[in-house]
C-alpha cells in the first residue's frame, strides 16, 4: 500500500521541474528546487496530508524556492525570455503541431504565457493558479480568455496563409 507521499507527492515531481525549469532555465537549478521541495514535503507530509490543496502549496513552495535562487544573485528568466525547452517529436504532424503551439506560447505577453502554461499544459485549477501566481481568481480567469482568443487567431493565421514555422 501507497503511503500518502508516494500516492500524491511524489507523482507531482515532473511537472514540477517543468514550473521550474519555465522560470530558471537551467536544468540542474531546476532538479535542485524540485528537490529542495520534496525534502520539505517529506518533513511536512503529514500536514499534507491534511491540507485541502496539497498542490497550491507545493507549488508556492517551489515559487518560493525559485525566488530564493534570484535572492542569491542568480538570474531568473522571466518565462518570456527564453524559448521553452520543446519536447523532442519525430517528424510528424504531432511534432509540427508542438512547434506551432511553442512558437505561439512566445508570442503571448508573460502573464497570459504563465497563467496559460498552468492551466493547459500543467493542468492546475484556476484556484491554484491564482494561489501560485498570487492573483485574484477574475485575473486568471481574464489572462486564460484572452491566451486563448489570441491561440484562435494564431491557429486561423496558419491555417489560412498556410505558413509553417
Known sequence: MKTFFEAHIWPLK???????????KD???ANDAVQEVMEKAWIRRVELQKMNNHVGWLVRALKNQSMQHFRSGKKIEPMG??????PEMEESDSGEAYRRVFSFLEQLPE?????????EV???TY????????????????????????LREYLLNQVTHGRKN
Not at 14 to 24: G, P, T
Not at 81 to 86: I, L
Open 127 to 150: 484556484e491554484e493558479i491564482a494561489e501560485y501566481l498570487e492573483i485574484s481568481m477574475d485575473q486568471v480567469k481574464v489572462n486564460i480568455f484572452r491566451a486563448r482568443k489570441i
Open 27 to 29: 536544468r540542474d537549478e
Open 81 to 86: 525570455g527564453q524559448d521553452f525547452a520543446e
Open 122 to 124: 500543467e493542468g492546475l
Open 111 to 119: 502573464k497570459q504565457k504563465e497563467v496559460f502554461v498552468l492551466r
Open 14 to 24: 515532473s511537472k514540477l521541474y517543468r514550473m521550474a525549469f519555465l522560470w530558471l
